[in-house]
């Protein structure tokens, strides 16, 4: 048997990003045992409303963050994943698709410990995401 996925999503004021994002993500699905952890720290938009109407459709497993930031809401997800691969991605990040297979099979390598995608900004971004973006993709 395959071995399971935990998604774990850190999300703060991801209102503009995050239907795609966990769009893509769900869109992953190939029949493993997989879980989507959303970690909401404290957002003042309205990401929380959004992401309580999402869990009515996808099965999405939302914790409460301390509002401590990012990597806080990381670890939060990380302590709570039932899965031994644990996909950390961002609340603006679209992953494509086959990304999960494609990681869970370079971590059948046991030689291989930790494994991360390649970044392709948004051609159609503003010019700063781009600029920011690029290091990423480097």
Same mark, same amino acid.
């Given at each position: 048997?395959r ?15 995050? =239907?795609?994002t ?23 938009? &309205?990401s929380?409303?959004?992401? =309580? $109407? ?6 999405? =497993?939302?914790?409460?963050? &301390? !509002? ?8 939060? %997800? ?17 992953? !494509? ?8 099979? &370079?971590?059948?390598?046991p030689?291989? !410990?930790?494994?991360? !995608? ?5 051609? %159609? ?11 990423? &993709? $480097?």
């Amino acid at each position: 048997m395959r071995e399971g996925v935990s998604f774990v999503v850190p999300v703060h004021n991801g209102a503009a990003w995050i =239907r795609d994002t966990l769009e893509a993500i769900v869109a992953q699905d190939d029949g493993r045992p997989m879980e989507i952890i959303v970690v909401d720290d404290r957002s003042g938009d &309205e990401s929380a409303a959004i992401l =309580r $109407q999402l869990s009515q459709r996808w099965p999405l =497993r939302l914790l409460t963050g &301390e !509002g401590r930031g990012a990597a806080a809401a990381i670890n939060e %997800g990380v302590r709570a994943a039932r899965f031994p691969i644990v996909c950390q991605v961002d609340q603006d990040v679209v992953i !494509g698709p086959g990304w999960m297979r494609n990681l869970a099979v &370079e971590l059948d390598d046991p030689a291989v !410990g930790a494994a991360q !995608g390649y970044y392709v900004s948004d051609r %159609g971004a503003g010019l700063c995401a781009r600029a920011m973006s690029l290091d990423l &993709e $480097q």
